[in-house]
T-cell receptor, first 114, second 116 residues
């Protein structure tokens, strides 16, 4: 079974631009979560989707948004980019959204904001 | 609020020696605990989880973890370290504030360095 895939793997943007990141979960997985990883803040939860519905949202500004499609693929969007948005963005999928299910992570998208 | 702490930024061990990466947690109710490993320029790989049952959990690549409720700890262990185990290790707890949520709360990570 193919793992979680994320595209693109690397992105360079300038301040004020917007960016869209894509995530394809493991086949059959219906829950997709997004995390931001930075050296200073570590791994922080962005949002979670299950069956096209946002189930949970982290403490990020409204510039960060996401959605999930009927095939469980997910996108996240960051508008009006700031230097501090430079990070590794990780997508994770699990079969269900239940507490005991481990999440499987993709390789991440490395976003650099200049 | 749920939280996880990894008290050591880095752990150094010699190849062949046992290793321990420490994790303590603070949760309300019974915890759901996970360990992940991250190699450079890669995503996180699942190692093992504790949901309920035996306090000693066995996972991938020879790793195991010991759940200790009285000490609120979930330390990762391996009897004999390999140089290839060198990586960044994260302990995580499931946020149970909302039912059926997938949100994980991560510790800050511990860099494991195994020297030949």
């Amino acid at each position: 079974k193919a793992g979680v895939t994320q595209t693109p793997r690397y992105l360079i943007k300038t301040r004020g631009q917007q960016v869209t990141l894509s995530c394809s979960p493991i086949s059959g997985h219906r829950s997709v979560s997004w995390y931001q990883q930075t050296p200073g803040q570590g791994l922080q939860f962005l949002f979670e989707y299950f069956s096209e519905t946002q189930r949970n949202k982290g403490n990020f500004p409204g510039r960060f948004s996401g959605r999930q499609f009927s095939n469980s693929r997910s996108e996240m969007n960051v508008s009006t980019l700031e230097l501090g948005d430079s990070a590794l963005y990780l997508c994770a999928s699990s079969f269900l959204a239940g507490d005991y299910n481990e999440q499987f992570f993709g390789p991440g998208t490395r976003l650099t904001v200049l | 609020a749920q939280s996880v702490a990894q008290p050591e930024d880095q752990v150094n061990v010699a190849e062949g020696n046992p290793l321990t990466v420490k994790c303590t947690y603070s949760v309300s109710g019974n915890p759901y605990l996970f360990w992940y490993v991250q190699y450079p320029n890669r995503g996180l790989q699942f190692l093992l989880k504790y949901i309920t049952g035996d306090n000693l959990v066995k996972g991938s690549y020879g790793f195991e973890a010991e759940f200790n409720k009285s000490q609120t700890s979930f330390h990762l262990k391996k009897p004999s370290a390999l140089v290839s185990d060198s990586a960044l290790y994260f302990c995580a707890v499931r946020d149970k504030g909302t039912s059926n949520t997938g949100k994980l709360i991560f510790g800050q990570g511990t860099t494991l360095q195994v020297k030949p």
